[in-house]
C-alpha cells in the first residue's frame, strides 16, 4: 500500500470525521481515529485495507476475519476494535460488538464517532446507558459532551438535555442546549397534535403496548414524522420483540433522510416480523427506498420483488 492511498484514506477519514461534528456549531473537529500507519508492518496494513475493501462491498465475515488477523499483529489498537464493533453490527452479533465498541471508547474515550457507535449497539439490544455508568468515562467532560451530541443527532432530546445537566458548562454545551430545547419544543408539539388518536382510548393503561401503537398510526395517518422516531423508540424500549414500532422508526428515518438508520431498524424489525404479510409489504417497500437512497439497486430490487400483491 503506498504511502499516498494512506494518507489519502486517514484524510478522508478525518474529514468524514470533522463533517460529522460540523453537523452541530463549535464541537472540537479533532476527532479523527488517528494511527500512524509508518509504524506498522506491510503485512498489518495490507489486511487492514483489504478488510475496509470488503466492508465496502458487505462481505463482513471477511472483513471481521482479516480485522482478527490485525488484532493478532496489534492486540492493542483501538481503529481495528472500532472497525470490529461496526463489522459485528453489521452480522448482529451486538453482545461482541458491545465489548469491542467498549474497548475502543475507553481507549479514546474523546472520540465523537467511538462514543456514536457505542451508544448504536447499545440501542440495538435496547440497553440504557444508565447501568452502565461505572465502566463509562462519566468523568471526561467531553465524553458527556460528545454523548449529548450523539443522543440529540438521534432524536432522543431528553436524553440529552439529562446528560448536559451534570456537563460542565461551555461554549458548546449553551450551543447545544438551545438545539436540544429546540427539538423537545417540536417533538412535544408533534405528539400533541397526534394525541387524538388515544384520547378516546381511556381504559389504555399509558405506557402500555395498545397506547403506543394508537399514538404511532395517528402519526403515521397524518404524516407527521416529526417526532415519530423518538416514539417508536420509547415504545421499542418496552417492547423490542414488536415489529410495527421497528416500522414506524425505519419510516421516520427515511422521511428524515437518514436510509441507514432507517436499514438498520427496518432489517432489525425484520427479525421478529412473522405472518403478517401486509406489514412485511410495507417493511419491503422502506427497505427498498432507503437502499435507492444510498445507490445500492441491487439490495432495493431485492426488496422490491419480495413485496406480494394483494395485501
Given at each position: ?35 500512524f ?12 485495507f483489504?478488510?475496509?475493501k470488503?466492508k465496502?462491498?458487505e ?20 481503529v ?5 464493533a ?16 467498549l ?14 457507535t457505542?451508544?448504536?449497539?447499545l ?8 447501568p452502565l455508568?461505572?465502566q463509562?468515562?462519566?468523568?471526561n467532560?467531553?465524553?458527556?459532551e ?35 430545547d ?9 405528539i ?6 388515544t384520547?378516546n382510548?381511556n381504559?389504555?393503561e399509558?405506557g402500555?403496548?395498545?397506547q403506543?401503537?394508537a ?9 407527521n414524522?416529526?417526532a ?5 423508540e ?9 415489529p ?8 421516520a ?12 431498524s427496518?432489517?432489525?424489525g ?13 417493511f ?28
Open positions: 500500500m503506498s504511502p499516498i492511498i494512506l494518507v489519502f484514506f486517514w484524510g478522508c477519514l478525518f474529514v468524514s470525521l470533522s463533517t460529522y461534528a460540523q453537523e452541530t456549531p463549535v464541537i472540537d473537529e479533532n476527532q479523527s481515529s488517528e494511527i500507519l509508518d509504524d506498522y508492518s506491510d503485512d498489518f496494513q495490507e489486511k487492514f483489504e478488510a475496509l470488503q465496502g462491498i462481505n463482513y465475515d471477511r472483513a471481521i476475519n482479516l480485522m482478527l488477523a490485525c488484532k493478532q499483529l496489534d492486540a492493542d489498537n483501538y481495528v476494535d472500532h472497525e470490529l461496526q463489522l459485528y453490527v453489521k452480522e448482529k452479533q451486538y453482545p461482541v460488538a458491545e465489548e469491542y465498541a474497548t475502543a471508547l475507553l481507549a479514546e474515550p474523546n472520540n465523537l464517532w467511538y462514543t456514536n457505542y451508544i448504536e449497539v440501542q440495538k439490544q435496547q440497553k440504557s446507558i444508565e455508568r461505572a463509562l468515562p462519566f468523568d467532560a467531553k465524553f458527556k460528545n454523548l449529548a451530541l450523539v443522543y440529540y443527532r438521534k432524536g432522543r432530546a431528553k436524553a440529552a438535555k439529562a446528560i448536559l445537566t451534570e456537563t460542565p458548562k461551555s461554549n458548546f454545551t449553551q450551543i447545544l442546549s438551545v438545539k436540544i429546540d427539538l423537545i419544543e417540536v417533538q412535544e408539539a408533534a400533541t397534535r397526534s394525541s387524538f388518536s384520547t382510548n381504559r389504555a399509558s402500555s403496548f395498545e403506543y401503537r399514538r404511532i398510526q395517528g402519526m403515521l395517518r397524518t404524516n414524522y416529526l415519530l422516531d423518538q416514539v417508536a420509547e415504545a421499542l424500549e418496552s417492547y423490542p420483540s414488536q410495527y414500532f421497528y416500522y414506524a422508526q425505519g419510516y428515518f427515511n422521511k428524515k433522510s437518514k436510509p441507514r438508520d432507517a436499514i438498520e427496518l432489517e432489525t425484520l427479525d421478529y416480523l412473522v405472518g403478517d404479510i401486509a406489514l412485511a409489504n410495507k419491503y417497500k422502506e427497505l427498498a427506498d432507503a437502499y435507492n437512497s444510498i445507490n445500492n439497486s441491487v439490495k432495493a430490487n431485492m426488496y422490491l420483488r419480495k413485496i406480494k400483491p394483494g395485501f
